[in-house]
């Protein structure tokens, strides 16, 4: 409908019911195509994507309630009519619960099908216009948090440093009821830090730059380093870590650096997430087309009403205090998806938590 005309398929085994309507739609400006039965009218849906389908319930092969179906699997979206006969009124009822839009009973007339046709083209049209405004106001939204991220980044970085001189008794004695205030204003600042680093580098994945940046990589030194450099955080909480990691793992393609970052944040959370003297373990191990990292904590756990929001941004559950900008799973995921893999989860309360990265295997 974007481009010009809006298009109406018309899917019915009668030649003369499809000719008429044809002819009656065409008359009046619309893009008109038909088929004659529903699996042409589904590939003509998948092909053109029409933005109404007028659709008889009524045919030999592919029932129409399953051409519905079908239909709004492929775009939900799309606007559906059904033509039906007087007798079949609750199969229109049916169709309506499936998705249709509006029915058509027979016979009908030339105008009553304009009417019915207009009203649903209508409809198509407020329907993209309000996704498009809403896609247009997401992306404002991004770039708004993004420009003030990158304006706040500076002065947040400067008052850290003055805290540190402060605290540091460059600028003089701090008395200890004094002290102690500064040191959970710094946390503060430094959260607010975070989160800003944390957005940017959000941003900067979706720039989709990434690919430019890839190699051929070994996950297994890529993990092991990452591990040493989280070992002194896990020891402070007794944590311990099993590695299972074949060595070399199947070569992948992808970006060194973002990698590292996917590995730090699951193995941050694995820590963050754990109970004192827990243990993390993570297995390498590879199917016929990907290999595959799992990272699995003795931790709280995710309850099965949060799990499937984890990789929102924002999202955030049962931290109990732990500091956190509810944005490391989301850039995880952001990263895995740039190198055409993906991540999952799945969990225990109480028990624990299992992340799973798939990344696809490089061609030989
Ligand atoms: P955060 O900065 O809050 O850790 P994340 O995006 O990394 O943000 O994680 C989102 C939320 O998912 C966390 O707030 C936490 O509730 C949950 N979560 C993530 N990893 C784990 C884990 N290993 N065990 C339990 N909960 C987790």
């Given at each position: 409908?974007?481009?010009?005309?809006?298009?109406?398929?018309i899917v019915d085994d009668e030649e003369v019911v499809r000719d008429s309507c044809s002819h009656a739609l065409a008359k009046v400006g619309y893009a008109v195509d038909v088929a004659e039965d529903g699996t042409v009218g589904l590939e003509k849906v998948e092909h053109l994507k029409p933005d109404l389908v007028l659709l008889d319930l009524k045919m030999p092969g592919m029932s129409g309630m399953d051409v519905l179906t079908k239909i709004s699997e492929i775009d939900p979206n799309i606007v559906t009519v059904v033509i039906t006969g007087y007798a079949t009124v609750s199969s229109a009822v049916e169709a309506m619960k499936r998705g249709a839009y509006d029915f058509l009973p027979k016979p009908f007339t030339p105008d009553e099908l304009r009417i019915i046709v207009k009203r649903g083209v209508e409809k198509r049209r407020l329907v993209l216009e309000t996704q498009a405004l809403q896609e247009e106001r997401d992306l404002m939204k991004r770039n708004f948090i993004t420009m003030v991220s990158h304006e706040l980044r500076t002065p947040f970085a400067a008052i850290l440093q003055y805290f540190e001189v402060i605290l540091g008794g460059a600028a003089g004695e701090v008395p200890p009821e004094q002290r102690q205030i500064l040191e959970r204003m710094k946390i503060r600042i430094q959260g607010l830090l975070t989160l800003t680093r944390d957005w940017l580098n959000l941003a900067q994945i979706e720039k989709g730059k990434l690919v430019e940046k890839f190699q051929d990589l070994d996950l297994a030194p890529i993990i092991s380093e990452t591990v040493d450099l989280m070992r002194e955080e896990a020891e402070a909480k007794k944590v311990t870590f099993d590695i299972n990691l074949p060595d070399p793992l199947t070569t992948i393609r992808g970006d060194m650096r973002t990698l590292n970052q996917v590995f730090i944040n699951l193995i941050?959370?694995?820590?963050?997430?754990?109970?004192?003297?827990?243990?993390?373990t993570i297995t390498g191990r590879e199917d016929d087309s990907n290999v595959l990292i799992d990272v699995s904590d003795t931790g709280i756990g995710i309850s099965e009403k949060d799990l499937p929001f984890i990789f929102d941004e924002f999202y955030r559950v049962r931290t109990n205090g732990r500091e956190g900008t509810g944005l490391g799973l989301s850039i995880a995921?952001?990263?895995?998806?740039?190198?055409?893999?993906?991540?999952s989860a799945?969990?225990?309360l109480n028990k624990g938590s299992t992340f799973v990265v798939s990344l696809p295997k490089a061609r030989e």
């Open positions: 409908m974007t481009q010009g005309l809006p298009s109406v398929l941050a959370n694995a820590i963050k997430y754990n109970v004192e003297g827990g243990k993390i995921r952001k990263i895995v998806e740039a190198h055409s893999g993906s991540i799945s969990s225990e």
